[in-house]
T-cell receptor
């Protein structure tokens, strides 16, 4: 399977614990995105990377959240001191953005997500 | 900031009925528009997209959508639904332009759950 891969699929943790999720994008894609989805809502943007550079962060991304993409390939999303309000599905997406293309076309492909439950 | 509204939260149709799901967005500039579908237990998949050109776009599985710029709308249609179309449908807009000139984040609507009965 050459799609976006996320690990783990499910994570149950106790409030106050730290958790880390991993995302492996489609291999030739230079952009990687993190979204959060809660029940009854559409995905909400958290942050994105172009190669290893983190270019934008949402105000939803509090200082307890940190994301990295150290070598421009896989990415990790860490949540420190988890709270019950962090319970959600965390989605990763990747895309190939062509510099200077002028078209603005940028199709994002999504992984299956990591479902986090904070008890 | 852009926003997306999907007014139909839950739609129930019989097989062979026609479908139209509404999507309105709020953004004054150039946009790219998408419909994603999430079948039960599966990940989000792209159904169709609009970047430029013909405002009537066709996607997979017989779906189509029409971009009406004056109404800020991008409604999804299918002439005859099948039981296998049961899923959640999300409209999304992409209007964040980076220094590289390519759009970045997607803003999603809250989704419409479609249930097709036999």
């Amino acid at each position: 399977d050459t799609g976006v891969s996320q690990d783990p699929r499910h994570k149950i943790t106790k409030r106050g614990q730290n958790v880390t999720f991993r995302c492996d994008p489609i291999s030739e894609h230079n952009r990687l995105y993190w979204y959060r989805q809660t029940l009854g809502q559409g995905p909400e943007f958290l942050t994105y990377f172009q190669n290893e550079a983190q270019l934008e962060k949402s105000r939803l991304l509090s200082d307890r959240f940190s994301a990295e993409r150290p070598k421009g390939s896989f990415s990790t999303l860490e949540i420190q001191r988890t709270e019950q309000g962090d319970s959600a599905m965390y989605l990763c997406a990747s895309s190939l953005a062509l510099r200077g293309s002028g078209s603005g076309e940028n199709i994002q492909y999504f992984g299956a997500g990591t479902r986090l439950s904070v008890l | 900031a852009q926003s997306v509204s999907q007014h139909n939260h839950h739609v129930i149709l019989s097989e062979a009925a026609s479908l139209e799901l509404g999507c309105n967005y709020s953004y004054g500039g150039t946009v790219n528009l998408f419909w994603y579908v999430q079948y039960p237990g599966q990940h989000l998949q792209l159904l169709l997209k609009y970047f430029s050109g013909d405002p009537l776009v066709k996607g997979i599985k017989g779906f189509e959508a029409e971009f009406i710029k004056s109404k800020f709308s991008f409604n999804l249609r299918k002439p005859s639904v099948q039981w296998s179309d049961t899923a959640e449908y999300f409209c999304a807009v992409n209007a964040g332009w980076t220094w590289a000139g390519t759009a970045s984040k997607l803003t999603f609507g809250t989704g419409t759950r479609l249930q097709v009965t036999l």
